[in-house]
């Protein structure tokens, strides 16, 4: 299994900048296949912000190209979110998302942080 703490969040201006980070921790931690942020607004699905699996390059949603970046770090299993020149629609709650070996070492399982809250308003 895996357990993931998030961090960052909070409230921002239009144009502003905010970082979010999440770590992994937990036996499954050891294969990590896929690393990254969806988020979700009232009334919409959830979507993808930006994921990277491992070994290839980043993957972002198209309304975050350009402004947002991910990076991880293997050896700390972490993946952080730089978000820049932040609008009003990017409010959401951002999950942080880790794909990963289920406890039977067999199938795949979907991580999920608790979420947390992104508000870009002036």
């Known amino acids: 299994q895996v357990q993931l703490v998030e961090s960052g969040g909070g409230l921002v201006q239009p144009g502003g900048s905010l970082r979010l980070s999440c770590s992994a921790s937990?036996?499954?931690?050891?294969?990590?296949?896929?690393m990254g942020w969806y988020r979700q607004s009232p009334g919409k699905q959830r979507e993808v912000v930006a994921v990277?699996?491992?070994?290839?390059?980043?993957n972002y949603g198209d309304s975050v190209s350009g402004r947002f970046t991910v990076s991880t770090d293997n050896t700390k299993n972490t993946v952080s979110l730089q978000m820049s020149s932040l609008k009003p629609e990017d409010t959401a709650v951002y999950y942080c998302?880790?794909?990963?070996?289920?406890?039977?070492?067999?199938?795949?399982?979907?991580?999920w942080g608790q979420g947390t809250q992104v508000t870009v308003s002036s």
């Open positions: 937990g036996r499954s931690t050891f294969t990590i296949y896929t």
């Open positions: 990277v699996r491992s070994g290839e390059m980043p």
């Open positions: 998302y880790v794909g990963a070996p289920c406890s039977d070492f067999v199938n795949t399982c979907d991580y």
